[in-house]
Every structure is written in structure tokens, then in C-alpha cells.
């Protein structure tokens, strides 16, 4: 069972940020697309971004393009999301997840209990 150690969530007001860690147990994951998720109270899971294996290459949901940015170190096993100008939409619990595929990525389990991020109005 892949283990995970989230870091980064909390409270802020609107237009703060924060910067989610996930750092997961496994190398296999080095080779894969990362990402998040977050899933709101009474809403499904919804996809928030993506990396490539070399962080080349980037995918967002449209609501935070210019605002979040994904990020990966390899070497540490973590992949980061920096979320800036934060809305009250915003809120809800964010979780990492791999695939090796993107399409594999989006299908794939979250891990783990997630860290929170609520943003005030």
C-alpha cells in the first residue's frame, strides 16, 4: 500500500495561497504522471492538475489555470501544487494520485486522507 504524507493545507482568506506537498513512499510513481484532486462537501472528486514524469509537461481545470501550479522533485518523491489568488470555491479537501497514463491519472485512486484548504471570504 503506497503511503503518503500531505503537508501544506489550511485556512486562508481570499486571494492567499499555499503550497500542498505529497510525498509518497514509492519511486515506482517517479516514471508516472502525478497530480490532484480535491473533493469537496457534497460534490464528486474533481481534477485539479497534472505533471508529467519531468514536469514538462502540465495539465489544469480550467477554474485555476494562472492560479495553481504543479511542480515534482523526483528525487524526493513529492509533487507540490502552489495555489495563489485562492477563492472561496476553492475550498475543499486536495489529494495526490498517480497514473501512467494522464487518461490512467484521472481514473486512478487518491491517496490517502488528503489535506484540507478552506478560504474565507
Known amino acids: 500500500q503506497v503511503q503518503v504524507v500531505y503537508s501544506g493545507g489550511g485556512s486562508v482568506q481570499t486571494g492567499g495561497s499555499l503550497r500542498l506537498s505529497c510525498a509518497v513512499s514509492e519511486r515506482t510513481f517517479n516514471n508516472y504522471y502525478m497530480g490532484w484532486f480535491r473533493q469537496a462537501p457534497g460534490k464528486d472528486r474533481e481534477f485539479v492538475a497534472a505533471s508529467n514524469w519531468g514536469g514538462s509537461t502540465t495539465y489544469y481545470l480550467e477554474t485555476v489555470k494562472g492560479r495553481f501550479t504543479i511542480s515534482r522533485d523526483n528525487a524526493k518523491n513529492t509533487v507540490y501544487l502552489q495555489m495563489n489568488s485562492l477563492k472561496p470555491e476553492d475550498t475543499a479537501v486536495y489529494y495526490c494520485?498517480?497514473?501512467?497514463?494522464?487518461?490512467?491519472?484521472?481514473?486512478?485512486?487518491?491517496w490517502g486522507q488528503g489535506t484540507q484548504v478552506t478560504v474565507s471570504s
Open positions: 494520485a498517480a497514473g501512467a497514463t494522464l487518461v490512467a491519472l484521472k481514473v486512478s485512486s487518491s
